[in-house]
């Protein structure tokens, strides 16, 4: 749950009524995340995950790790799709970032060539470029 609160006395209010709600249904909680930095406990730390994205909080930005495509294997339609489906991303907040490796891999297709077989030296390199843009994704949290 996201909460945005104009207070910080509000925010505890927030926090010390919705803990009690989910208690009395029998769902503690375990731990609130919170970008101020006086309230959270003091073994908190600036990096938090969410849905498997890490969460500075005290940039308030949305960071997601693009895992890097294998330099060992030829470029074929296999592979780059194989690495487009790797990409986690479960909000769409970097779907702006990977529509260009779906170009690519639509241009991979338009080849004609078969899955196994390398793609073109223009697309191998249209996707080294974009591959090496993509490493770290950071998003402004709205």
């Not at 009395?24 to 995950?49: G, M, R």
């Not at 500075?56 to 339609?77: A, G």
């Not at 990977?98 to 060539?113: L, M, S, W």
């Amino acid at each position: 749950m996201i909460q945005t609160v104009e207070e910080v006395e509000e925010l505890e209010k927030f926090r010390r009524e919705a803990t009690s709600i989910l208690e009395s249904a029998k769902f503690p909680v375990h731990k609130w995340e919170l970008d101020i930095e006086y309230l959270e406990s003091k073994d908190s730390t600036n990096l938090s995950k969410i849905l498997g994205i890490v969460w500075e909080k005290r940039d308030d930005m949305l960071e997601t790790q693009v895992p890097m495509p294998p330099d060992d294997q030829p470029l074929t339609k296999r592979e780059i799709l194989s690495h487009l489906s790797s990409i986690y991303d479960p909000l769409g907040m970097i779907s702006p970032t990977t529509v260009k490796g779906k170009q690519i891999y639509r241009d991979a297709c338009d080849e004609t060539k078969g899955w196994n077989t390398e793609v073109s030296d223009q697309l191998k390199t249209e996707w080294i470029k974009w591959s090496n843009q993509i490493k770290t994704v950071r998003v402004p949290k709205v």
